[in-house]
């Protein structure tokens, strides 16, 4: 029975019906960080205690993430936004290929297995829409930790040779600054013998939580957020209780939906530090943002051009990149976006002029020239957040503009259109049979 039932529901053809030209009003509440959450929840598998982590967003990465963690043998205990972590009776030490096979960030938990199980087979992650996405400098690194890496059949197998099973701390200098390679060693430091010094560390503030996180289970990281983190190895982690961060892409894409519909918003809670590059953007535009409390009010009236580039944090991130370009779609003048970290993280620009925007293309380049209106299109978000980015330009849009692609969406956004239609949006989902 179960068997019929899988095809059936692949074959949904579910779409967004964003009805344009609606102002907004009032308040966006923005969810735990999709991207520290789904870190920190690897993080389970260095203790044997529970780790409950608070203001986890409803995700289907983070269902995903929960699922690969069970079959590790991890109890995993969800109500709302509360997950608890079970790490006591860790049975394997190789997620299956077709749970790791839907999310990249099942390779976080190559760091922590090996740091408390000595091995570690997790499935390369392989590439995805927006880049090839390699993982050398997390593998490097884990060399230089004293383990013993083969990639064969497009599985990487990893061991700590030796009777103690331990890693050793070493000095690891990243070639790029990897939030990814950055995490996952500072995870499998953590439990490592000795220090462990990172060099040229990414400093996003994913991974200044990761620190947080794994101080708060009894680690001792320090340096989270500067180029250079230095992790004392702890025999081991103890139960912890911790906060997930705002999601600050979440909160980018709020201050867009008020910038493109040229409406007042209030979003939050916001870490404005985390957002530096993206209010700079948004001050450049003419945007007004005045800071209550934890809440961001922002008012938009006209929209001027403004030039964008992507770079690590404290540049403006890559995540909104995308959405960025709708609003720049309808700014007043000429703009020119550079995306600096992705190889193929422009396949919005082909969407974006389905709906009139006019948008040339030269390499990692794109050179926008703001128009009037733009005309709701059925359209499809390449990525997750180019998905975004098609819901923004269909706020703003004449007429109604379809969006596919939500499976993208929904990895990302936290019932996108609820939040958006609680402040005078008029987004349907739908669903039929395809
Ligand atoms: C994380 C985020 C993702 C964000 C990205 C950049 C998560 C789950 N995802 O992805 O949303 O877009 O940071 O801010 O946190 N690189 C190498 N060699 C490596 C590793 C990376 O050359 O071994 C390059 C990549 O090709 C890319 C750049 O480094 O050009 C940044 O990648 P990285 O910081 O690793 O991104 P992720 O951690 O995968």
């Known amino acids: 029975m179960t068997l019929s039932a899988a095809p059936a529901l692949q074959l949904l053809d579910s779409r967004l019906e964003v009805s344009g030209g609606l102002k907004l009003s009032g308040e966006l509440r923005v969810s735990g960080a999709k991207n520290s959450a789904l870190v920190l929840m690897a993080a389970c598998l260095l203790s044997r205690d529970t780790l409950r982590l608070r203001n986890v967003p409803p995700l289907t ?30 049975t394997q030490a190789a997620p299956p290929y077709e749970l790791v096979n839907s999310l990249r960030a099942s390779f976080f938990c190559i760091g922590p297995l090996l740091a408390r199980m000595g091995t570690a087979q997790v499935p390369l992650p392989g590439g995805c829409q927006i880049g090839s996405r390699p993982v050398v400098e997390h593998v490097k690194g884990l060399k230089t930790l004293g383990a013993q890496v083969t990639i064969e059949h497009g599985v990487v197998t990893a061991s700590v040779p030796g009777r ?51 101080n708060a289970m009894g680690g001792r990281v320090r340096g989270a957020g500067t180029p250079t983190i230095v992790i004392n190895g702890v025999p081991t982690l103890h139960e912890a209780d911790y906060a997930v961060i705002p999601d600050r892409i979440e909160a980018g894409t709020f201050l867009l939906a008020a910038a493109i519909t040229r409406s007042s918003l209030t979003v939050g809670p916001v870490i404005p530090e985390h957002l530096g590059a993206v209010l700079t953007k948004l001050d450049e ?41 709708s609003l720049l779609a309808t700014a007043n003048g000429t703009s020119v976006v550079v995306e600096t970290i992705f190889e193929n993280r422009l396949q919005h620009v082909a969407e974006l002029q ?21 005309s709701g299109a059925p359209v499809r978000g390449t990525d997750l957040r180019a998905s975004a980015a098609m819901v923004l330009a269909g706020l703003a849009a004449d007429g109604v ?34």
Do not use: W
Request: glycine share 10%; proline share 4%; aromatic share 4%.
């Open 354 to 374: 389905r709906m009139g925007a006019s948008i040339r293309l030269q390499g990692n380049t794109a050179c926008i020239e703001g128009v009037a209106r733009l």
């Open 164 to 214: 103690s099973k331990r890693l050793r701390g070493g000095h690891i200098h990243l070639d790029c600054p990897s939030v990814g390679a950055t995490e996952t060693l500072m995870m499998a430091a953590a439990l490592a013998d000795g220090e462990t010094v990172i060099d040229n560390a990414a400093l996003e503030p994913e991974v200044i939580d990761l620190a947080r996180l794994l």
């Open 285 to 325: 535009a003419g945007c007004r943002m005045v800071q209550e409390g934890t809440n961001l009010r922002i008012s938009a009236e006209s929209i001027q051009a403004f030039d964008l580039r992507t770079m690590p944090f404290p540049g403006f991130p890559t995540d909104l990149q995308a959405p960025f370009m």
């Open 61 to 90: 990465d983070i269902t995903a993430m929960g699922e690969i963690l069970a079959a590790l043998g991890v109890q995993v205990t969800r109500q709302g936004d509360c997950i608890d972590l079970d790490g006591e009776h860790i």
């Open 401 to 434: 503009t379809t969006v596919r692609g939500l499976e993208f969406l929904d990895r990302g956004y936290a019932n996108l259109e609820g939040k958006l239609n609680a402040v005078g949006a008029r987004i349907r989902r739908l669903s039929d049979p395809a």
